[in-house]
Each structure stands twice: as C-alpha cells, then as structure tokens.
C-alpha cells in the first residue's frame, strides 16, 4: 500500500475491507506501508475506518 495522500481512489475503502478478510482467513501477518499513517488521521470516515481494522486484524 501506498500512502494515500489527498482525496483516496474511489475503491480503497474497499479493498482494505476485502484486506481484512484475507488477512483473517489466510492468518497472513505482515506490514503495510503507510496504514499506521492512514490510521493516525483519526476521524470516522470509511477509509480510516477499514484502515483501522485492517491494522487491527494484522497484529492479532
């Protein structure tokens, strides 16, 4: 992943959803760049939102 800076592609909120699907069905544990800094915007928005749960699913 790649630092999303300014407005997301239209999808990425998606993709991270889809990311924390893999990531607890395979148990693939790895780091993806730049979702701790998607994270720390804070906010409810959906990209921070699945950004966040992705970075949770990661490390559980």
Not at 21 to 41: H, I, K, N, Y
């Amino acid at each position: 992943m790649v630092v999303i800076r300014g407005r997301p592609p239209c999808g990425t909120p998606d993709l991270l959803s889809q990311a924390v699907e893999t990531a607890g069905a395979t148990g693939v544990r790895v780091e993806v760049p730049g979702l701790a800094d998607v994270v720390a915007r804070g906010g409810a928005s959906r990209l921070v939102t699945e950004a966040r749960r992705l970075a949770t699913a990661l490390t559980a």
